[in-house]
């Protein structure tokens, strides 16, 4: 557990936090949401197979201000969903959201990642920067429903 200026702590998540993680990140991502492929049920799953990697950011009375989703292929790990309220930006919250969730892939070792940004949002692009990720340019992203 970390905090932040004893006001905010960052702790894994729980399935009990999805709730409020999914509201969190609807309106996060709006239209860039997916309610078809991440509902609760598949999120309980993803909790299941990956424990201990995602984080969530809360107030001490345990007021979820930002969340995180990690997990892990067995080589690499990846992040996906990462949030924060818009009055909790620029605190260091992303960030220390990361940073947890990272010490937990080296815990099983595992010490590489991948992410995705949307172009569309360049802020993102370059607080995952800002955080020491790179951008690979030659690499594009493929996708398919089966
Ligand atoms: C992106 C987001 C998670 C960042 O969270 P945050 O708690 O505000 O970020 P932090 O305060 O930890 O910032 C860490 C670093 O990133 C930089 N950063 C954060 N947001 C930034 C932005 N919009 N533009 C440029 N830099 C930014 C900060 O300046 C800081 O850098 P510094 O340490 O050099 O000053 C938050 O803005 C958010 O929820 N955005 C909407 C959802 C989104 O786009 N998520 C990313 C999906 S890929």
Redesign the pocket.
Same mark, same amino acid.
């Given at each position: 557990m970390i905090n932040i200026n004893d006001k905010i702590v960052i702790r894994g998540m729980k399935k009990s936090d999805l709730e409020e993680a999914l509201k969190l990140w609807r309106i996060?991502?709006n239209v860039g949401f997916s309610t078809k492929f991440d509902t609760k049920e598949i999120l309980i799953k993803y909790l299941d197979r990956n424990p201990e990697l995602s984080s969530i950011a809360c107030t001490k009375n345990d007021k979820i201000v930002?969340a995180l989703m990690c997990g892990h292929d067995g080589r690499r790990g990846s992040i996906y969903?990462?949030?924060?309220?818009n009055e909790?930006? =620029?605190? !260091?919250?992303?960030?220390?959201m990361e940073q947890r969730s990272l010490e937990e892939l080296k815990k099983i070792g595992i010490n590489t990642g991948f992410?995705?940004?949307?172009v569309n =949002?360049? !802020?993102?692009k370059?607080?995952?920067q800002?955080?020491g990720w790179s951008v690979i340019s030659d690499i594009k992203y493929l996708y398919k429903e089966f």
């Open positions: 996060s991502f930002g969903h990462t949030s924060v309220y909790y930006r =620029n605190k !260091g919250i992303g960030r220390m992410l995705f940004v949307n =949002n360049p !802020g993102s370059k607080f995952w800002s955080i």
